[in-house]
Structures are given as structure tokens and as C-alpha cells.
């Protein structure tokens, strides 16, 4: 999976039907298999954005959400301080919970999708690793309403590996008319398989 601190999202997941791809471009999400690309129903476009606000490391960094204390909390049984993250907006949360100790991140709870419909979700990070300096979680424990959903372990992370912020040699570019009505993500990448987006340039100066 890759992630950017825009809120942007990548993920790559290999199945008995072939290699499926989800993604979130910040507004919309889309699925890509080998039937073909198409934008996701809102309802999951909608939970992408969710995910894409409770990321760790773009959450700490964003400067519209607020923030308010809960004190000293019980998490998974050890003393925790509370914290609840709200966005701009005040419909997206979600509750960080610290080690008084270590000032690492514990876990987060919130309200979400679960294999039978919305529900409590619970992360429980277990154990961490460094990655270009930056501790990231590499053992998650899953619980839904109460109960073990999952279990994920990372090997690794890569960081600062998404698309160049500038163009480089080797990019192509197809050229449209001034003002034209761009074609669809879906369309885009239905015809331009191998291409990651497009830019749209508003003025040239020679």
C-alpha cells in the first residue's frame, strides 16, 4: 500500500482472479481488476476518505483538525492518555490513545466499516520499527465490536517512494485543447493502463 500525507492512497492486492488495485485519489475512489477500472459506490469512496484522515503520520501533520484531551484512559487494559481527533467539518474521528511513558501511539479506536456493516473498530499497536528514522507500527491487532478481526504484520516500510513532485526524463504527456473537458479517472486509466494521472497545465509562460 501506498500512502501520501495528501490523503492520496494506492493499494495493491493480489488474488486467485488476478492482481486487484484500490485507490484513492483524494476525492474519489476507484478499483482497478482485471475486468476492468471503475470508480467505487460512494458509500466506499466515503470510508476511503475516513481511512485516509485516520492515516497516522498525515493526521499528525494536518493543521485543520481539532483536538481535545480525555485524560487518563484505560486501553487494553494499561493506563493510556485519550486523545479525540475531529476534522474541519466535525463528521470524520477518531480516538488516539498515548503511552504515558514512551509518548508512543498505543492504538486508535473508531467508528467504521466491518465485515458486518458499521461498527467499533479497535487498532492495538503491539510492536514497532524504524523506518528512515521514523517509528511506524509492524504488528496491528484488529478488534471489531469486541472481538479479534485481524492481524497484521509489516516487514517494512519504504519511505518517500510515491510519484516526483516535478517532471523528470522519461515522463509522456498526451496534450489537450485549452479548457477541454478532461476525460474520467476511469476512462483515463482504462486507456492508458500503464499511466499514474494526468497534470493539467492553466498557463505557460515562454
Do not use: C, H
Amino acid at each position: 500500500e501506498t500512502v501520501s500525507l495528501s490523503g492520496k492512497s494506492v493499494q495493491k492486492m493480489t488474488t486467485p482472479m488476478g492482481e486487484m488495485v484500490q485507490g484513492y485519489d483524494g476525492k474519489v475512489g476507484w478499483m482497478k481488476t482485471p475486468q476492468g477500472v471503475r470508480e467505487l459506490p460512494p458509500q466506499m469512496s466515503s470510508a476511503a476518505r475516513e481511512n485516509a484522515f485516520r492515516e497516522t503520520i498525515a493526521l499528525l501533520a494536518a493543521k485543520d483538525v481539532n483536538a481535545q484531551s480525555l485524560g487518563k484512559v484505560q486501553f487494553n487494559g494499561k493506563d493510556a492518555e485519550g486523545l479525540l481527533v475531529t476534522d474541519a467539518t466535525g463528521k470524520m474521528q477518531v480516538k488516539l490513545f498515548v503511552d504515558p511513558n514512551t509518548g508512543m501511539l498505543v492504538g486508535k479506536s473508531y467508528t467504521g466499516q466491518t465485515m458486518s456493516g458499521p461498527g467499533q473498530v479497535e487498532e492495538s499497536y503491539v510492536a514497532y520499527t524504524d523506518a528512515n528514522g521514523i517509528k511506524l507500527p509492524s504488528d496491528i491487532v484488529i478488534n471489531s465490536n469486541g472481538k479479534k478481526a485481524a492481524e497484521v504484520k509489516l516487514s517494512s516500510y519504504e519511505i518517500n517512494v510515491g510519484a516526483p513532485e516535478k517532471v523528470v526524463p522519461g515522463m509522456a504527456f498526451e496534450v489537450y485543447p485549452a479548457r477541454v473537458t478532461l476525460p474520467t479517472l476511469a476512462t483515463y486509466a482504462t486507456d492508458n493502463p500503464t499511466s499514474k494521472g494526468w497534470i493539467e497545465v492553466v498557463s505557460v509562460n515562454n
